[in-house]
């Protein structure tokens, strides 16, 4: 969307959002479907500090109008969304401490009736969100250190080897998904375009060659997403191309997520509401398109 757009995705509300999604979807996409469908996964799913706020798990930072329950309102299906900020892979079969109590573990959510699942995980453990605090440079080069040089100093990549080891946590996490819901089709949504190539610097204060770093950290991880659902029931769900221009460079009118300093209500360095109602038509095609297969 252009700057010149008189009445940007973030006022539209609810109602309006659930409008554009259906105008963006094929005919017939928002068909209801059997059965009930269930959402994990970690912030960039549960939408911290987008108004309204899930209070059924406070702890959690869920937003009413995140993807999953955007998507869920779109296709006409009954949804029980259990994603949960500052979730990781452990904590699909173990309760989360969070800082307003323990929540249960996510799978609990999961059963013989859900024909639907999508799955956000991973990010946490590969401590990306971290490694971007970690990499800001209030100076410009030469001035301070290069976050990408120290993570791959002496020919080893930390990051990316982090990455490579969450492999068969992810696969598990979609096994233990089947297990629990053998009726489900899954969907295991990948994290959209953060840095576009070279940054913005010094509007978000990463030097040109960390930001490449950090976003292709978010592209192996999504590679491994897509490897691993290239399995029997399961889907690969892109974010990251209808996310390129959408980045935290671009315009508070455009983006999908938010900058360190966020001018829309969102969480820094996570999705705002115009970033939710895009992932919400991107998985909603997704999820028609399978249908259709």
């Known amino acids: 969307m252009s700057k010149t757009t008189p009445a940007p995705f973030r006022w539209l509300g609810v109602p309006a959002a659930l409008l554009i999604i259906t105008l963006l979807l094929p005919a017939g996409t928002a068909a209801a479907a059997p059965g009930r469908y269930v959402a994990l996964g970690d912030s960039a799913a549960a939408g911290p500090l987008i108004p309204l706020p899930d209070l059924a798990s406070p702890g959690c930072l869920r937003s009413t109008a995140n993807y999953p329950k955007l998507a869920a309102r779109a296709r006409g299906v009954p949804i029980t969304d259990v994603t949960c900020s500052g979730a990781v892979t452990a904590d699909m079969t173990a309760p989360q401490q969070t800082e307003l109590g323990t929540v249960p573990p996510q799978f609990d959510a999961l059963g013989p009736d859900v024909s639907l699942v999508s799955v ?29 040089d120290v993570n791959t100093a002496g020919g080893r990549d930390v990051y990316g080897e982090r990455i490579a080891g969450l492999a068969p946590r992810i696969a598990a996490v979609l096994d233990g998904i089947h297990q629990r819901a053998p009726n489900a089709r899954v969907f295991i949504v990948g994290y959209t375009t953060y840095l576009r190539p070279n940054g913005c610097y010094p509007k978000v204060p990463l030097w040109a060659r960390d930001a490449n770093y950090i976003q292709a950290k978010i592209d192996q991880l999504n590679q491994v997403f897509a490897d691993i659902a290239a399995s029997p029931g399961a889907s690969y769900v892109d974010i990251r191309t209808p996310g390129i221009g959408k980045d935290v460079c671009a315009s508070s009118l455009t983006r999908w997520v938010e900058p360190l300093i966020p001018a ?16 919400a038509a991107v998985l909603t095609a997704a999820v028609s398109a399978a249908a259709r297969s």
């Open 264 to 279: 829309n209500l969102a969480a820094p360095l996570h999705p705002n509401a115009n970033g939710m109602i895009g992932m």
């Open 120 to 148: 956000q995980i991973g990010g946490n453990d590969a401590g990306l969100t971290g490694l971007a605090l970690n990499c800001v440079n209030l100076l410009p080069p030469p001035f301070g250190t290069s976050c990408k």
